[in-house]
């Protein structure tokens, strides 16, 4: 539950000398802006996270929200928050993102690897860090740019499959196999999602200390940083990437065996617990105004791969929550206009079994927000933010328009994407992106096999070196024509 805070807990009444001086500090920056206070409630198991050693990642979220955050010794589980209405609504948000994402990493260890296939150049080849970006979250990012001199090709580093892919493979396995035993104990035999895909992006680094990027670096000092000294993190960015989607239907037109298109929106919320719920909306490009059969195929949302566990069929769609991720695995193709990578994600779906009052949360979003949510032919109309009861908090909305071909035994989906992300330190704007993922249809088929109970982490990983052998030699052409 988020409130104003009461008079009474002004931070002249705050009893250590350096809270004093901040309040007087913020008493004179209200002179020039208008503040309001309020707080957050915290889940007791996750107060610690969101405080930090002593008080840093408060402070942290200070730094790049402008807010004031503190919490107070006699008031358990709640953080105080002042500034201005935008800066305060920001600090909410990203309270929430962690109390959300600890949540679900307190459920089960998430295990993550990156592998980057450097082709011809080898592991002991020199790459050079660029800054690139600034991530919804205030991480300064870093791209890597390989030397231009080391390859004449100007996309992907072509090259085979080198040591640090088999590595990844094995580690893969292993992990996967882990996986699937732990998801087949006892008696819910919970079932694994797991999806496997290529597309197109910028692999980049963070955490990186910025007098270390100066300097080339080899791919094996990279991965050591990231794998092993566990020193920075990695992520893909697929926004960056300006495709012709137009054209790229065109070239699949031609030569695709079939062709299916859909619409899906999505909207994400935190809950007061810390939930994070997704509400979907599938409309396939044949029945825009057949109701009906929307509620239907929305509904079956539910047995799709990487979607997680549906929870209530709400209004047009249904009420979701993410699979609990447990292996998030990445191969980089690095190239010098994107990268590709191929991705592993896997996580369990119903680990844990849903507490009362997560339950009642699940039922007022659905009542007052998702059963109101109104279609009219391809596009959704949802209610006003207002609408949304004390605690519960829109973290994104995202419209996906998608066209899959299956070509040479691959599974092609061209999509263009509109999407606002709230729970970020930036000022939420809508963007616009276009990607393309691929999907090995035999991989995909030994998932789907008997509810994705019969498959083995070895069928799964031996598609891996086909799925990039397609990316560097059909995928590469395609795009570069």
């Known amino acids: 539950m988020e409130g104003k ?14 809270r004093k001086q901040s309040s007087r500090t913020r008493s004179s920056a209200s002179k020039h802006r208008e503040l309001v206070r309020s707080y957050i409630n915290i889940p007791s198991d996750q107060m610690g996270r969101v405080v930090g050693r002593g008080g840093s990642r408060l402070k942290q979220i200070s730094k790049k929200t402008g807010a004031q955050l503190f919490s107070k010794r006699e008031v358990r589980n709640r953080v105080f928050i002042e500034g201005t209405t935008e800066e305060v609504e920001t600090a909410k948000q990203q309270v929430a993102r962690i109390v959300s994402t600890g949540k679900r990493k307190s459920m089960i260890p998430e295990k993550r690897t990156l592998a980057i296939d450097s082709g011809r150049l080898g592991n002991d080849c020199q790459v050079l860090l660029k800054l690139t970006s600034v991530s919804g979250q205030g991480d300064t ?3 890597l740019v390989p030397s231009p001199s080391a390859v004449q090709k100007p996309e992907f580093v072509v090259g085979k499959i080198r040591d640090s892919i088999s590595e990844l493979m094995q580690s893969a396995e292993n992990v996967l196999s882990q996986i699937r035993q732990e998801a087949t104990q006892g ?29 080339p670096l080899s791919i094996q000092t990279i991965l050591s940083k990231v794998n092993k000294r566990r020193e920075w993190r990695s992520c893909f960015d697929a926004s960056g990437v300006h495709l012709d989607v ?9 030569s695709s065996d079939e062709v299916h298109s859909s619409l899906r929106h999505e909207v994400g919320f935190y809950t007061p617990s810390g939930q994070d719920r997704r509400f979907r909306v599938l409309i396939p490009e044949a029945s825009t105004e057949d109701t009906e059969q929307v509620l239907d195929v929305s ?3 539910e047995g799709s791969r990487g979607v997680g566990s549906a929870l209530l069929k709400a209004g047009p769609g249904i009420l979701s929550t993410p699979s609990t991720p447990r292996l998030k695995a990445d191969v980089a193709l690095l190239g010098y206009r994107f990268d590709c990578r191929l991705l592993i994600r896997t996580g369990i779906r119903n680990r844990s079994v849903q507490t009362e009052i997560e339950k009642d949360e699940d039922a ?10 109104q279609i009219s032919g391809k596009d959704i109309h949802l209610p006003p933010k207002s609408a949304l009861l004390d605690g519960y908090m829109l973290h994104f909305k995202r419209k996906t328009e998608r066209r899959l071909y299956r070509f040479k035994g691959f599974e092609l989906t061209v999509s263009r994407e509109t999407y606002t992300q709230y729970d970020t330190v930036k000022r939420p704007e809508e963007q616009f992106k276009a990607d393309l993922h691929i999907h090995s249809i035999a991989c995909d088929t030994l998932l789907d096999k008997n509810g994705g109970r019969d498959w083995k982490p070895q069928d799964i990983v031996r598609h891996f070196p086909a799925m990039l052998k397609f990316v560097k030699e059909d995928l590469n052409l395609m795009i570069l024509e």
């Open 187 to 215: 008696q819910d035999r919970s079932p694994l999602d797991i999806d496997i895909w290529v597309h197109l992006g910028h692999l980049l680094l963070m955490d990186v200390d910025e007098s270390k990027a100066v300097h």
């Open 5 to 18: 805070s009461p008079k009474s807990g002004t931070h002249g009444q705050l009893k250590t000398e350096s």
């Open 299 to 301: 509904a079956g949302i």
């Open 364 to 373: 007022l979003l659905t009542r007052e927000f998702c059963d109101k949510v």
């Open 246 to 254: 137009e054209r790229l239907h065109e070239l699949l037109k031609g």
């Open 141 to 143: 990012c870093f791209r």
